[in-house]
């Protein structure tokens, strides 16, 4: 750290880093087994009642994006576009085969992908998209959003939501489709984003400002959109 500031101690940088979730984020910090907690997701209530002195730092925004694997003739069948109704439909169980989304598709099995239930990607599915209908309770749990990215991508009849970052990172692999014909396009995602959040309980350290500098800085921003996401402004 003394090579970053002179007045930094003579120690090493040493960053370990571990996927979860938000809940995993939070529970990280209230746990106090890590400096900081990472979301997809707005801080709840409840959450900030609990973390004492809570910090928090918005890097970046990201969206979820419906997508299909490159194969599925959905694409061609609805000129790449599905209604919230049909999107609802088909998570919920009531389209069980890609055959009754569109007649000209075949009578084939639908595998519906999403995160685990009870993580910040699904709360902003369930509700943005879903309201108040319940996911397929045979839909396949993915454990973090590169999980789910390589399901749609191994099953030409999976569909998930997929991380906006993760999707363009995954370019030609799986294939966003738009909403009610809108697409996933930056400047749609800036009005229907999802925060990419650090939190911590009580003031910056001195190395963990130098940490957090790094990342709110040009540099910083240009990683973060190199990664796919948007950064924040």
Not at 138 to 145: E, G, K
Not at 211 to 221: A, I, T, W, Y
Request: charged content about 30%; proline content about 4%; some cysteine.
């Amino acid at each position: 750290w003394d090579k970053v500031d002179s007045s930094l101690p003579k120690e090493n940088i040493t960053i370990f880093v571990s996927s979860g979730g938000s809940g995993a984020g939070v529970k990280a910090v209230l746990d106090k087994v890590a400096n900081f907690g990472m979301l997809a997701r707005d801080i709840k209530d409840s959450e900030k009642e609990k973390v004492k002195d809570l910090e928090s730092y918005t890097l970046g925004l990201d969206a979820l994006c419906i997508c299909v694997n490159p194969d599925n003739n959905i694409l061609k069948a609805k000129n790449g576009n599905l209604t919230k109704e049909e999107i609802i439909k088909i998570f919920s169980g009531e389209y069980k085969t890609w055959k009754q989304v569109d007649p000209s598709l075949p009578d084939e099995e639908i595998v519906v992908v999403t995160r685990d239930l009870g993580g910040g990607a699904h709360e902003v599915f369930q509700k943005k998209i879903m309201k108040d209908v319940k996911v397929r309770e045979d839909a396949i749990q993915a454990p973090s959003m590169g999980a789910l990215v390589s399901k749609i991508i191994e099953n030409k009849n999976a569909i998930g939501y997929a991380s906006y970052g993760i999707t363009n990172q995954n370019q030609g692999k799986l294939i966003p489709m738009k909403v009610d014909n809108v697409e996933p396009t930056e400047e749609n995602i800036l009005n229907i984003s999802r925060p990419l959040i650090i939190m911590k309980s009580g003031k910056l350290t001195a190395t963990e400002k130098v940490f957090v500098d790094l990342l709110q800085s040009e540099e910083g921003k240009k990683v973060i959109k190199s990664m796919g996401f948007i950064p924040s402004k």
